[in-house]
């Protein structure tokens, strides 16, 4: 059955943990649906994983709604969340709101995901008025990398700790269905968790969140760049890929590959015939 915002909100009155993972295209989508995954987030850490960048600034609009299609077209039941890419909401509501709507109407997003708190409330509430669910996200928000200094954990102090739950309860109330919460101290995001009405969506957050999040070239072991203490692997998928493309390699080089059965047949006339 298709998951909707309304699937994530009756997961968390009934207890029940909530998986999401990310997705770019057309095939990972696909797998992910058919495994049972409720959420695909087409992040924007696409960045990272797909375009080979050292950050997620650099994505644009353009790139989420071509990867947000593409995953779209793989997913029949899992809720398709798309990432709202940098400086594509900061700036404005009307700003937001009219990235939003082409990350719906371009990307077929089910919902958008926006990064930040009180500031972003406005256009939070614009958006959510517009009849386009959106997914929050708190802690690290990887587009302040620049004003972080680098990717760490957030909330640690009574200030930040503080600011971190009112954030999450001022974007409750602002509308959005479910928030990310990111490389937060376990204890805290127990604390968020129990503290808003829409479901929290961990990575890096512990255990007592509503639901899970990871980018899925990590869980597979396909990238390593960085590896944030919050990933688990659950494949070695990488080393497999590796393996495969030097045993094709190893065959194309030794004539091993291809063989008759990998090739199609032609009449002895026709071949005969020729000059
Ligand atoms: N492949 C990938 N996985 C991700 O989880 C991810 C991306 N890319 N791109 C966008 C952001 C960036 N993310 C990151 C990147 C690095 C850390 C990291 O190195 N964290 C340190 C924190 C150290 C500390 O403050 O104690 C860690 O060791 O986990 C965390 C999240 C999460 N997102
Ligand atoms: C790590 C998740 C939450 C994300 O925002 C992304 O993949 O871009
Ligand atoms: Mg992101």
Redesign the pocket.
Known sequence: MKNTVATFRKAKEDGKKLSMLTAYDYSTASLLDAAGINGILV???L???ILGYED?ISVTMEDMIHHGAAVARGAKNALVVVDMPFMSYQGSVYDALKNAGRLMKEGRANAVKLEGGVEVVPQIEAIVQAGIPVMGHLG?T?QSINAFGG???QGKDEAAAQKLLDDAKAIAEAGVFAIVL??VPSALAKKVTEAVPVPTIG??AGADCDGQI??Y??MLGM?SD?T????KRYANIGEAMKAAFKGYIDEVGEGAFPTAEHGYGISNEVIQKLY
């Open positions: 992040g924007d850490s960045g990272n994983v997620t690290l990887p990717y760490k954990v990111e490389c990575i890096g990871l980018v070239q990590d990238f960085f944030p203490k919050f990933v």
